[in-house]
């Protein structure tokens, strides 16, 4: 009897164990919130069915021209359906040291940015975003992000089409056919 009771303990330690180590990993990076850039809750949710481009920036870094690919993007694609997103972050070199307001005035006033900005977040370490925990551990294309830039590409169903390094500009063949690609998909 004892031993039956020992057996039932450490299979339910067991079972407690596995159930804790489990985590439920989100379907899409369209599953997630941030904050805008005026700290108001911006659901990525509502961008289903359009073709959206998320890019960690940075003001102060020397990929910071990219900015005016990006809005040349949006502006040519916005009314087939692409969103850019920009996602300001401090991770890499302090480039992206402003608050919220600053950058968005500088992103205003340098690089005329009409897409949607959010609020600063980390893209690594201990205080990573949930968006990009899904980014670069759980979803499909995991993998550090090595600097300001970084580009996702996200499909109209919400899937992770594409993932283009820092250095690839906005306007690299490659990511414009992938865009094109993703925008003729009904």
């Known amino acids: 009897m004892f031993r039956r009771l020992v057996m039932l303990v450490a299979v339910a330690a067991l079972a407690c164990g596995l159930y804790a180590e489990e985590k439920t990993v989100a379907a899409s990076p369209l599953s997630f919130t941030l904050k805008a850039n005026d700290g108001s809750d911006h659901a990525l949710s509502q ?7 998320l890019v960690n920036v940075a003001s102060r870094c020397g990929l910071t021209p990219q900015y005016t690919q990006l809005q040349a993007l949006y502006e040519k694609y916005k009314d087939r359906g692409l969103v850019v997103v920009g996602i300001p972050c401090n991770d890499f070199g302090a480039q992206e ?26 893209v690594q370490g201990a205080e990573i975003d949930p968006l990009y925990q899904y980014l670069t551990v759980d979803g499909p294309k995991p993998g550090k992000i090595t600097w300001n830039f970084e580009k996702f590409l996200v499909a109209r169903d919400g899937s992770l089409a594409e993932r283009f390094a820092p250095r690839t500009k906005p ?7 992938a865009i094109e690609t993703e925008l003729d998909k009904k």
């Open 97 to 122: 040291p402003g608050t919220n307001e600053e950058i968005k005035k500088f992103c205003s006033t340098k690089f005329n940015v009409t897409f949607p900005l959010m609020s600063k977040v980390h």
């Open 47 to 53: 961008y289903k069915g359009k073709v959206v481009l």
């Open 171 to 177: 306007d690299a063949e490659d990511v414009v056919k």
